[in-house]
C-alpha cells in the first residue's frame, strides 16, 4: 500500500539514521517525496523518542517508514581469494559505520539508496496492536510497536533490492517478551514451578538473549568472509536445483525445517553459501554452543547462528524458552536448519536421530495449532573429508579434539587442497503435523518422523566413486586388485545403482582414466596404496586405514542393503527343506536378517520393505513369478548374478556382532563392570579372528 491509497490524513515519516550524513539523505527525500511531512527519527538500535508517540494522533494519519540502505553489487566468482575479498568489501559498504558515510556519500553516491515500507494508517497499526500484542493503543507499548513495525516494514522494501538472503530478524526478544502469550507462559511457569513470576520473566528473558541469533546482513558477509576457507577450495559443489525450486514455492507459505546429514564440520557453512548464491532467506541453524568460542560465537549469532546448550536437565524455563523462540520463529516464517544425528557421522552411515529438538519444535505447534512446519530431509555427502581420519579414530575410541581457534586454523590449513565434489541433494519434503498423524500417538511417535526423516536422507543421497571403489578393495580384503580387477567390482555395482535410478558419477566409474583418477586421489590422502613394481599396478587399503576406506565405503551401503538381505534369503531357500513353502522361508529369513540389522541401519516401514524385497527380485531375476518354485532354480539365479553384494555389505557387521556375543558368553553371570574394557577386549578378540 502507497501513500496515494491513503488519502485524507496527515503524513508523518518515520526515519531510522546512523549518522548526520544518513539523517541528511533521509530529510532531503521527505521534503522532495512528502513536502509537509513532519519527520520523527528512531534510534539506530530502535530506541523510540517521545516524538514519535506524540505523533501518532488521528486515525488517518500516515505513517511512512524509511531508512538509508548502502548497495554493493554481489562480488563476482573470480576465484577463492578475489570472492573473498569482494565479500569483505561488501560487508564494509553494507555495514556502513557512520565515520565513513561522507566518504561514501561523496565517491559512491549511488550506493546510497533511500528504501521505503508500505505506509500504514494509524487505525491500521491499532487494529494490528491489538491482535498481536493485546496491548492498549494509548501504552507507551503501542509506540514502540510502531517503531517496530517502521522497522520490519523498511527490512521487507530493502530485501526487494538485496533478495531474500538478507532476510534477517529483527529485535525478536523484545517481539516475544512484549505479547501476550509471553505474560501467559510466565504465569504458567511461575505456577509449576513455585517460583516468583518476576524471576521466572526474567530468567526467560534471560535465556532468550543466550539462544536468539541477531542477524545482520553485514555480519552475514563478514561471516561468509572469514569461513568461507574452510569449504570453497576443498570442494566443487553440485546442488539439486529442481528440488530447491520445489521448496521455494513451498517457502510462500511455509517455514521450511531443513534436516541435512551430517558429516564434516562444514557442512553447514557449504550448505548456507548454497543457499544464498539461490536467494534463499539464511536459516536459523540450531547448534551445539561447542562452536560458541571467539570468533565463532559473536559473529556466529550475527551470521543466524543459534547456540543452545549441550545439556541443560531438568531446566523447565530453558526449555520453555527454547519452544517459545522456536515458535515465534515459525510464526515469522523463518526457516531452520539442524543435523538430526545430533553430531557427525564417525562411521560414514547416518547415525541414529536425537529427537529433542523435534520433540521442541512439535510442541511449539501444539501451542500454535494455525501453524505447520515443512520437513526438509537434505542429503550433504562428499568424495572425500580431510577430518575422516580423525573421526575414524574417534569411532575407535580416541578422545576428540576440544573446538578452540587453534582447533579453527588447523581446519582451515587442511582445507587447502581440492578433494573433489561436494553433493547437495533434496528428499521429498513432508508437513510435520501429517506426519505425526500418520505415525499415529504413543511414545515412538517422534521417532518414526524422525526415522522418516533419515530414511529421505539415504533415498536421495548419491553413490560416489570413492565409495564404490573402497568397496571395492575392502571387499577383497587384504589382497591388492588390479585395477581390471577393481572394475570388475564397481561395473555390476554401478549397472545395478542405475537400474535402480540411483545417481552415479558415470564419468569417474565407467572408463580406466576415471576410476584410475579415482584411486589415485584416495591413493594421495593415504587411503590406498599402489604397488606399480611388477608388471602392472595393483591397488589395496593402506595399512591401518581401513577404518577410513569404511567411512566412505560406508556412505553407499544403505543402496546395496535390501540387494544383500536378499542374497541370503535365496540361499536360505536354497536349504530348505522339499515341503517348506520357499516364499514363506524366505519372508522368514528376510524378517530374521532386518531384526540383526534394525540398529545398523534405517529400514523402511513393513510394507514399504515388502515392496522394495519385489523390486530387488525382479532385477535377480525378471521371470521368477513364472519359474517353478524349485530351490535349484533359486541358486541358478543367483549363480547367474554378476556380483555378489552380500560379503562386502554385511561381513563386517555380523562379525562385528559376533565378537560382541562371544565376549558376552565368556563373561557368564559376571556382570559388565568397565564398558572401555569390554571393548578393547572385544577389538583384541576380533583381531585375532581375522588373523586365523
Not at 508523518?12 to 517525496?33: F, K, P, Y
Not at 518476576?198 to 530468567?203: D, I, L, N, T
Not at 539365479?637 to 557387521?653: E, I, Y
Request: charged share 25%; net charge neutral; with cysteine.
Amino acid at each position: 500500500m502507497t501513500t496515494d491509497d491513503l488519502t485524507g490524513g496527515r503524513e508523518v515519516v518515520v526515519t531510522q539514521a546512523r549518522s548526520h550524513t544518513e539523517r541528511g539523505i533521509l530529510r532531503r527525500w521527505a521534503e522532495e517525496h512528502h513536502p509537509g511531512a513532519r519527520v520523527v527519527g528512531i534510534g539506530p538500535n530502535g530506541e523510540v523518542p517521545s516524538a514519535l508517540g506524540e505523533a501518532l494522533h488521528g486515525d488517518d494519519t500516515v505513517i511512512v517508514p524509511a531508512r538509508v540502505a548502502w548497495v554493493t553489487p554481489e562480488p563476482e566468482d573470480s576465484g577463492a581469494v578475489g570472492k573473498l575479498t569482494g565479500l569483505a568489501t561488501s560487508a564494509v559498504m553494507r555495514m556502513a559505520w557512520s565515520p565513513l558515510h561522507p566518504s561514501m556519500a561523496r565517491h559512491r553516491p549511488d550506493a546510497a539508496r533511500v528504501v521505503v515500507g508500505e505506509a500504514a494508517t494509524v487505525a491500521d497499526l491499532v487494529s494490528r496492536f491489538v491482535a498481536q500484542e493485546s496491548g492498549r493503543p494509548g501504552s507507551n507499548g503501542f509506540t514502540r510497536f510502531v517503531a517496530r513495525q517502521a522497522v520490519l516494514a523498511c527490512d521487507r522494501a530493502e530485501r526487494r533490492i538485496l533478495g531474500d538472503r538478507y532476510k534477517v530478524p529483527r529485535r525478536m526478544v523484545e517481539q516475544i517478551t512484549s505479547s501476550s502469550r509471553f505474560a501467559a507462559l510466565v504465569d504458567r511457569l511461575a505456577r509449576q514451578t513455585g517460583t516468583p513470576a518476576a524471576e521466572v520473566e526474567q530468567r526467560l528473558e534471560s535465556c532468550l538473549h543466550e539462544m536468539a541469533a541477531v542477524q545482520s546482513p553485514p555480519a552475514i558477509d563478514v561471516f561468509r568472509a572469514m569461513m568461507g576457507p574452510m569449504h570453497s577450495k576443498a570442494w566443487d559443489v553440485q546442488v539439486d536445483e529442481s528440488g530447491l525450486e520445489r521448496l521455494r514455492e513451498l517457502n510462500k507459505e511455509h517455514a521450511l525445517v531443513f534436516l541435512p546429514s551430517h558429516r564434516s564440520y562444514a557442512d553447514p557453512l557449504l550448505f548456507a553459501e548454497v543457499l544464498h548464491d539461490r536467494d534463499f532467506p539464511r536459516n536459523h541453524v540450531l547448534g551445539g554452543n561447542n562452536l560458541s568460542f571467539w570468533p565463532m560465537g559473536a559473529l556466529g549469532r550475527r551470521a543466524g547462528i543459534v547456540f543452545i546448550r549441550r545439556t541443560f536437565g531438568g531446566d523447565t524455563i530453558y526449555k520453555a524458552a527454547i519452544q517459545e523462540y522456536l515458535g515465534h520463529l515459525l510464526a515469522k516464517r523463518f526457516n531452520l536448519e539442524w543435523y538430526i544425528e545430533g553430531g557427525r557421522s564417525r562411521t560414514g552411515k547416518l547415525r541414529k536421530p536425537r529427537i529433542g529438538l523435534l520433540r521442541y519444535l512439535v510442541s511449539a505447534l501444539e501451542e500454535r495449532p494455525e501453524l505447520d512446519a515443512i520437513l526438509v530431509p537434505v542429503s550433504i555427502v562428499y568424495d572425500q573429508l580431510h577430518e575422516v581420519g580423525a573421526m575414524a579414530a574417534e569411532q575407535r575410541g580416541a578422545a576428540k579434539k576440544a573446538e578452540g581457534l587453534g582447533w579453527l586454523l588447523g581446519y582451515f590449513r587442511d582445507q587447502r587442497r581440492h578433494i573433489g565434489t561436494a553433493r547437495v541433494r533434496f528428499a521429498e519434503p513432508f508437513a510435520l503435523r501429517q506426519a505425526l498423524a500418520d505415525a499415529g500417538p504413543g511414545r515412538a511417535q517422534l521417532e518414526k518422523v524422525a526415522f522418516r526423516v533419515c530414511a529421505g536422507i539415504n533415498r536421495v543421497t548419491p553413490a560416489t566413486a570413492t565409495s564404490l571403489a573402497t568397496f571395492a578393495l575392502l571387499w577383497a580384503q587384504d589382497r591388492a586388485l588390479t585395477l581390471q580387477q577393481v572394475r570388475e567390482v564397481v561395473a555390476p555395482l554401478a549397472d545395478y545403482l542405475e537400474a535402480r535410478g540411483i545417481p552415479v558419477p558415470i564419468a569417474e566409474l565407467r572408463t580406466r582414466h576415471g576410476l584410475r583418477m579415482t584411486l589415485d586421489r584416495l591413493a594421495e590422502a593415504g587411503v590406498v596404496t599402489i604397488y606399480d613394481g611388477g608388471t602392472e599396478p595393483v591397488f589395496a587399503i593402506s595399512t591401518g586405514r581401513h577404518h577410513v576406506a569404511a567411512f566412505y565405503r560406508n556412505g553407499a551401503l544403505h543402496h546395496l542393503l535390501n540387494r544383500a538381505m536378499l542374497e541370503i534369503a535365496l540361499l536360505r531357500v536354497g536349504d530348505a527343506d522339499p515341503d517348506e513353502d520357499i516364499v514363506e522361508v524366505a519372508w522368514r529369513e528376510l524378517a530374521r536378517l532386518r531384526d540383526l540389522l534394525k540398529f545398523e541401519f534405517f529400514f523402511s516401514t513393513r510394507r514399504e520393505f515388502r515392496a522394495e524385497i519385489i523390486g530387488e527380485l525382479d532385477l535377480v531375476d525378471p521371470q521368477w513369478r513364472t519359474r517353478a518354485a524349485d530351490p535349484a532354480d533359486v541358486r541358478g539365479a543367483l549363480r547367474q548374478a554378476p556380483l555378489l553384494v552380500a560379503p562386502g555389505v554385511l561381513r563386517s557387521f555380523f562379525d562385528a556382532q559376533l565378537v560382541v556375543a562371544d565376549r558376552l558368553v565368556a563373561l557368564g553371570e559376571e556382570p559388565m563392570t568397565d564398558e572401555k574394557e569390554f571393548l578393547e577386549d572385544c577389538l583384541g578378540v576380533g583381531r585375532q579372528m581375522l588373523l586365523q
